[in-house]
């Protein structure tokens, strides 16, 4: 992943005028980018396609297109977008379905302006953002999802990608849930490098995004080493 160039470029879509102003005018006082704002799923898919936001910051609940919908076709279209829910559920079932859809992280609009700030920067750079006490409940659903049969069970044939012991070291901790921040303290290493080899990893076993990064460790069973 390159060094990010300039301001970090988000666009806020939610169907209430006054959260989205708000939200907008909060992350452009604090140096963000927002390019583009949306109150509805068919025009968020539209602008966010037009403006090509670094984060998309994205309310579940939208008329015309469900914020799920809208997740799925957009890092479809482009899997090196991030996307951080902002959503006022916090049900179980709203969170996997948005991680599914190709979610980053998921924030409760209960946070404060600056956990959301923050959780914003972090998603620029990959890392998982998750409300206090979502995050277990994420892991634990990539381990269920890990030991459904898949179509095509990943085996360690010849041929498989090799892996360096720092790769593997990295790729464990992140199916432990730890941030890129935890894993650079732990392992005495840079932020920087931890991307790196997150991305190396990626390449290698030509994934697209840390959600399969994850399912493809716990597949393996690194998260219980």
């Known amino acids: 992943m390159s060094e990010q160039q300039g301001p970090i470029r988000v666009m806020v879509v939610d169907d209430h005028p006054m959260w989205r102003d708000a939200v907008a005018r909060d992350l452009t006082e604090s140096g963000f980018d927002v390019v583009a704002t949306a109150g509805d799923g068919e025009q968020a898919v539209r602008r966010a396609r037009a403006a090509g936001p670094d984060v998309l910051v994205l309310d579940l609940n939208l008329p015309l297109k469900p914020g799920v919908q809208v997740c799925k076709e957009l890092v479809g279209h482009n899997p090196a ?9 916090g049900e179980h079932a709203d969170v996997l379905e948005a991680v599914k ?9 209960s946070a404060s302006t600056e956990e959301l700030l923050d959780a914003v920067r972090r998603t620029a750079v990959g890392d998982p953002v998750f409300t206090p006490g979502l995050a277990g409940l994420v892991l634990g ?3 269920r ?8 069970p990943g085996t360690d044939e010849p041929g498989a990608p090799q892996l ?3 790769e593997t070291e ?11 921040k935890q894993i650079a303290e732990r392992l005495v290493i840079s932020h920087r490098t931890v991307q790196n080899h997150v991305q190396n990893t990626l390449g290698k076993l030509q994934l697209h995004n840390r959600v399969e990064l994850v399912r493809y460790a716990i597949e393996r069973g690194l998260d219980d080493e």
């Open 81 to 89: 977008l991030r996307v951080l829910v902002l959503s006022a559920s």
């Open 101 to 109: 859809s190709g979610a980053t992280g998921y924030l409760l609009k």
């Open 141 to 143: 659903e990539y381990r």
């Open 145 to 152: 999802l890990a030991s459904e049969p898949g179509p095509a």
């Open 164 to 166: 360096t012991d720092r």
């Open 170 to 180: 990295v790729l464990r901790l992140v199916a432990k849930g730890l941030s890129y």
